[in-house]
């Protein structure tokens, strides 16, 4: 076994003998490489507390090494390949994650949040190229239809526009943002929290087949490895430093999607929002979250996404506005002049330039204007309103000949 091959086969028996993220053994990889740091490990090195305990339990279980060649063995005959930090493909911005810091940490998986040893991958497309110009669109996987809409929209606007489309892959919110991506034939990931040979929910399989197909199939776990409850945070990690934004769509009280924007900010990444329904148990999680941090952006379409996630001064938003009327080019005085007349009858220019506010002469130059612009009409008696316009009829009917 070549040294390469030696340093890779290290990388995914840490995996295993310790999940994803955990700080101690990425501080040991950086500072020994994955090669000592399994042997460091294996012989019982590894830091009192809950990382030695589980160390040992798992190498009761089977040896390190085996487990990880077999895991090797099995992503191939799937389709897959790993990706480590030595080859081409790796996504450089998940190396933020060893900065990453949550606060107020009560539970293991919120302060064990360091980077990837190492991804494995289904698909064709490089990572890292994947990556680099991508949008998370997450929220809850109980979605009302108005979420499963905005996030379609989402998902597919985003596409359409040459940006990544990453998820969980999960039902609701998740499914529709991978949806509307394939829909518009973009690019989609969907970042597991198991194996990518027993892809979570089942009921998606058929989405994660047509992913794997035009996208990316990613997860830190080897195959065969199950979608445990903690392992959706640790995987929301990597979605959130992996990409430029999160935008959440629809999410409740308690809600893994908060945590991965949680996560965002804290890696200095843009965490989104996008509104709902005050009377709905599905926006008490965004809307809250929208209040807790200052930071985080409200967004409403894809145009507030880009401009949030895009090239500085190159991907603004249009301002919303309304419909624009004939008054809008109007100036005060005239303005003024238009609504003091009366909504029926005419009005002297006398009474009606007191009325307004403006001078005699002033109020017949703006009339002038106004009539010029077909807004009054002058009558005998003074100045009213013009008529409204008449739709135009269609033209009539040539007779049948009898």
């Known amino acids: 076994m070549s040294a390469e091959e030696e340093r890779r086969l290290a990388r995914v028996a840490l995996t295993w003998l310790a999940e994803p993220g955990t700080r101690a053994v990425h501080h040991l990889v950086e500072r020994h490489g994955p090669v000592e740091t399994l ?15 589980t160390v040992a339990a798992r190498s009761a279980a089977g040896d390190a090494r085996a487990v990880a060649a077999e895991a090797l063995e099995r992503a191939d005959r799937l389709g897959a390949r790993l990706v480590t930090p030595d080859d081409e493909e790796w996504p450089a911005q998940v190396a933020s994650l060893a900065a990453l810091r949550l606060p107020d940490v009560s539970r293991r998986v ?7 040893l190492c991804f494995w991958v289904r698909g064709s497309w490089p990572l890292g190229e994947a990556l680099d110009r991508s949008v998370a669109v997450v929220g809850a996987r109980a979605a009302t239809g108005y979420g499963q809409h905005v996030a379609t929209e989402l998902g597919y606007g985003l596409a359409e526009r040459d940006w990544t489309v990453v998820s969980g892959g999960a039902f ?20 597991l929290a198991c194996g990518l040979d027993r892809p979570y929910p089942m009921g998606n399989a058929a989405l994660f087949d047509r992913i794997a197909e035009t996208g990316l199939l990613v997860s830190e776990w080897p195959p065969g490895a199950e979608p445990l409850r ?14 430029r934004g999160t935008v959440v769509v629809e999410a409740s ?20 929002v996008v509104p709902g329904p005050v009377t709905s148990a599905m926006s008490v999680g965004a809307h809250e979250f929208l209040r807790e941090h200052s930071k985080a952006r409200l967004v409403t379409g894809v145009a507030h996404v880009l401009e949030e996630v895009g090239r500085i001064g190159a991907d603004l938003a249009p301002l919303a506005r309304g419909p624009q009327r004939a008054t809008d080019a109007l100036d005060d005085e005239a303005r003024s002049l238009l609504e003091a007349l009366p909504r029926r009858g005419a009005m002297g220019v006398d009474r009606l330039s007191v009325r307004a506010g403006v ?4 109020a017949l130059r703006k009339l002038s204007l106004l009539e010029e ?24 009917e040539t007779p049948a000949s009898t």
């Open 39 to 53: 042997d460091l490990l294996l012989d019982g090195g590894s830091p009192a507390g809950w990382l030695h305990t």
């Open 110 to 116: 919120d302060g064990e949040t360091a980077p990837p």
């Open 172 to 191: 609701g919110i998740d499914a529709a943002a991978h949806r509307g991506a394939l829909t518009a034939g973009g690019l989609t990931v969907a970042v």
């Open 230 to 243: 903690p392992r959706f945070l640790i995987r929301n990690r990597v979605i959130a430093a992996g990409t």
């Open 253 to 272: 009280a308690r809600s893994g999607a908060t945590q991965t924007a949680r996560r965002a900010i804290h890696s200095n990444r843009v965490a989104m």
């Open 359 to 362: 001078d005699l002469r002033t």
């Open 373 to 396: 612009l077909s807004m009054v009409v002058r009558r005998d008696d003074g100045y009213a309103l013009a008529p409204p316009a008449k739709p135009k009829r269609a033209a009539a």
